[in-house]
């Protein structure tokens, strides 16, 4: 018997604009510093994991970010509580970039972009040969299993976004 079987699926890339204070945003970001002093996968300044957890308008993000995962999920006769793991900010000068990683074992990731000035890198997801420039509102999900990367950033302006994990809430068994 095989021990290994592979499986081809399709896993959604979504692109949705959603509408935030910007400015505000950016400043709750930028003001955090580089928290993780570039010990995370991404090389450039980030916050702290719970960044939701302190910001309501963040966390109106991460909320817009699972009513769009909740739209997009096969529907099951299983009730789906979904909630924010954990959720981010990061501010990319010129040259920084975001190692190639996924977020396992996250059902779905996303990306909400704040400032994305000329010059910003891409979202790159290698294996599906996907290149996205998103624009400044733009919220992008997709599975916690795909590998993705952001290259050095050309730009002299920060690109500046948060990004987010959400898993499913375990019922508790009785």
């Not at 930028?30 to 010990?39: A, K």
């Not at 009730?79 to 040259?95: E, F, H, I, P």
Request: charged share 20%; glycine share 4%.
């Amino acid at each position: 018997m095989k021990e290994t079987y592979e499986f081809r699926m399709q896993l959604p890339i979504v692109q949705r604009p959603i509408s935030a204070d910007l400015d505000e945003l950016a400043d709750i970001i930028t003001q955090q510093g580089d928290v993780q002093q570039h010990n995370t996968n991404v090389k450039a300044s980030m916050t702290e994991w719970d960044l939701n957890s302190k910001h309501f308008r963040i966390e109106n993000i991460c909320n817009q970010a699972i009513k769009v995962a909740k739209s997009i999920h096969p529907k099951s006769f299983n009730v789906l509580d979904l909630y924010t793991r954990r959720c981010w900010g990061a501010s990319y000068t010129k040259s920084e970039y975001a190692k190639e990683h996924n977020h396992t074992p996250n059902l779905y990731s996303w990306c909400y972009y704040v400032r994305m000035p000329d010059g910003a890198s891409p979202l790159i997801f290698p294996e599906a040969q996907q290149i996205i420039y998103p624009n400044e509102g733009d919220l992008i999900l997709f599975s916690g299993l795909v590998r993705h990367y952001v290259p050095p950033n050309k730009s002299v302006e920060p690109r500046i976004m948060l990004a987010g994990n959400i898993s499913v809430r375990s019922p508790m068994l009785v």
